[in-house]
């Protein structure tokens, strides 16, 4: 059955216009009493226009009641018919209306009315429930309410009765929603349920959900009230304590020191095992005399529990646009540790909780290693801690003390991380190849734990006696040599190597970074000095002989002095200062180093040979002398094991290839042989001189010169096989600076010349070979149809031995040369 209302029961196309009262924090419902104050011009208008009439009004909620002036856009659709039973026009110009709703309508139509609101209204039809759904759902309603009434004092009996006397399903949700204090959408949303099922259903959610939060109000209310009552007692039995100890004579300062250091540790967040240790140590405390020793040490125990970044954190930045600009401000080059570092920060940010990596920069001195990392903590955004491990003997300096010990303290981690004040830093272990050992212990197995991925999330340090987490911390390691560090240690980083710095990349540090900051220190700023760039590179070829930048900066800043002195001793304000190739003389005085060059003319048993120090790569001469004797072989110019040893193979190769080079097979009893390696004074070691050696015996054997303009670099076997080197990119640069025209190297180094620079790699001839055969054939000087290979059956030995090796059964093995 549908219930109309009889205002709209006079025919479908007469509809009702009646004046409207907008309302605000409130909505009245069917059934609903409700006094009203009303000082609005058009409010106050309409009901004077409702009493004119037959004092039904049509009340409705505004969608905002911030809203002072509403348009028809704010005033809600639906609303209630009410009727004004009273109205009482006071003093101050406001009237109060005593209003009673009938039922619901919704507006069609705005009438046009300057003074008031006047409305169009249809019907809002309710479809009767069947009367089992209509039972189950009003004693749902009732039982709610009276729980509610159970929880709320303020409910009256009468209330209650009439509430459980009502049958009607419509009624029964209208008076009921007028007694509670829903939200003011959910209310007007009760209001615009037609169906009669949903409404009872979401007043049903409603109740039980004011139900819950009074229940949740009261068990907080009776844990304040528990807490109040124990915070009194506590105040007392403190009261009687104060006075016993004022009988005693104890000072009242200490124990506001102990309140202050109790709220200290109420308000610090740590784990919760250092929390009951924080806790344990603080009831010791208190029953300790204050100038008691014992007192003193468990007081700086607590002080470093809760002074510790346990889960403080800096925010980390995860732009990696903006972390490689960064990086590339701060550093030339070294693109391979810009790289990884970037590539973690892509990880973070997609993973967002990953474990720090550990890095370990390995490189020669001054190259930029503790630079990088302060530009890694820059980049991510984190906090920078440098801690230098150079001379470190003591297991403790990593773990600390234990507290047994008189002025004992934690290591220098857990130290660190109080200073800087996250957990989360950038963390500097400078100089991990420098620490020692001793009867103490050996620190660099304390280091194990740290700079494990799968152990520092529970780091114990021997003072706190707690696991602290350092899994966060992104530690970066620094080294000069990776000899000294122990294997486990190396095993638990990632080693990310730093070459030394070319001459290219020495000049744009010069060029970009120096050279502006010497002047700016030097007090030049401002002035017109200019260094072309012949002098720089003079600098940095004839003054200095290093992998990194350090004493290059040195003899900058020399210069910028001698010009500062210059300057204060001139008089012109705007004077110019060029500093060129020719007068770095006069500021730095002689030059100091020596630049390797190619000689003038191609010259017998004399081979440029490449080398690699940790200054860069170098030209290294190599010079051999034929003279009559009983074969003896001398190896000078402070050489290495390995070196002599690559001479004697080199010795072997061309006496078992004597007939194939047409040299004397006997030269090895007739002859002694001299093979010298100029710069006597510097030890020299390794492989790589292996070709270069052989070369300069066969050119002097064979009395053929070697072109000047050829280097080579490789190592060589008794089958004349030409095996890899490393150091190829130092190598070659210093190839290219000497004037070298054609670079001789290993097959197997192709794959390196990638990092070779592209301005370089143009200017010079790379040829890379797998036998002695293709170095003799590039380097020695022939004339034209001139074979340096006797033109007979003796194959080379590489031939030779596949044929060997393919020979049918039965065949006689030839003899080996």
Known sequence: MINIPKIFKNGSDNKPVLPLLPLRDIVVYPHMVAPLFVGRTKSVNALSESMNRDKQIFLSTQRSAGVDNPAEKDISTVGTVGVVLQLLRLPDGTVKALVEGKHRAKIKNFMPSESFFQVELEPMIEQELPHAEAVALIRAVQKAFEEYAKLKNNISKDLINNIATISDPSQLADTVAAHFSFKLEDKQLLLETSDLSERMAFLLRLIKTEVEIIQMDQRIKGRVKDQMEKTQRNYYLNEQMRAIRKEMGADEEAADELNELEKRIEKKRVSKEAAAKVRQEFKKLKLMTPMSAEGTVVRNYIEWLISLPWFDRSKVRTDIE?????????????????????????????????????????????????????????????KFIRQSLGGVRDEAEIRGHRRTYIGAMPGKIIQSLKKVGVNNPVFCLDEVDKMSMDFRGDPSAALLEVLDPEQNYAFNDHYLDVDYDLSDILFVTTANTLPEIPLPLQDRMEIIRLPGYTEYEKYNIAKDFLIPKQIKINGMEGKNIQFSKNSVLEIIQRYTREAGVRNLEREIASVCRKLAKEYMRSDEEEKTFRVTAMSIAKYLGPPRFRVS???????????????????????????????????????????????????????????????????????????????????????????????????????????????????????????????????????????????????????????????????????????????????????????????????????PYEVMAREVDNRPNGTEQPPLM
């Open 597 to 795: 060059q190619v000689e003038d003319k191609d010259l017998v048993g004399t081979v440029n040979g490449l080398a690699w120090t940790q200054f860069g790569g170098e030209l290294l001469m190599i010079e051999t002398l034929i003279m009559p004797g009983k074969g003896e072989v001398s190896v000078t110019g402070k050489l290495g094991d390995v070196m002599k040893e690559s001479a004697q193979a080199a010795v072997s190769y061309v006496r078992s290839r004597a007939d194939y080079l047409m040299i004397d097979n006997t030269f090895h009893k007739n002859f002694d042989i001299h093979i010298h390696i100029p710069e006597g004074a510097i030890p020299k070691d390794g492989p790589s001189a292996g070709i270069t050696m052989c070369t300069s015996l066969v050119s002097a054997l064979t009395k053929r010169p070697v072109y000047r303009d050829v280097a080579m670099t490789g190592e060589i076997t008794l089958r004349g096989r030409v095996l890899p080197i490393g150091g190829l990119k130092e190598k070659i640069i210093a190839a290219h600076r000497a004037g070298i025209k054609k670079i001789i190297i290993p097959k197997e180094n192709e794959k390196d010349l990638t990092d070779i620079p592209q301005g370089i790699s143009k200017q010079v001839n790379i040829v890379s070979v797998e036998h002695m055969d293709e170095v003799l054939t590039h380097a020695l000087v022939t004339e034209e149809g001139e074979s340096l290979f006797r033109k007979d059956d003796i194959l």
């Open 322 to 382: 903006e972390a490689e600009k960064i990086l590339n401000e701060d550093h030339f080059g070294l693109e391979k540790p810009k790289e990884r570092i970037l590539e973690y920060l892509a990880v973070q940010s997609l993973v967002k909780k990953i474990r720090g990596p550990i890095l370990c920069l390995v490189g020669p001195p001054g190259v930029g290693k503790t630079s990088l990392a302060k530009s890694v903590a820059r980049a991510t955004g984190r």
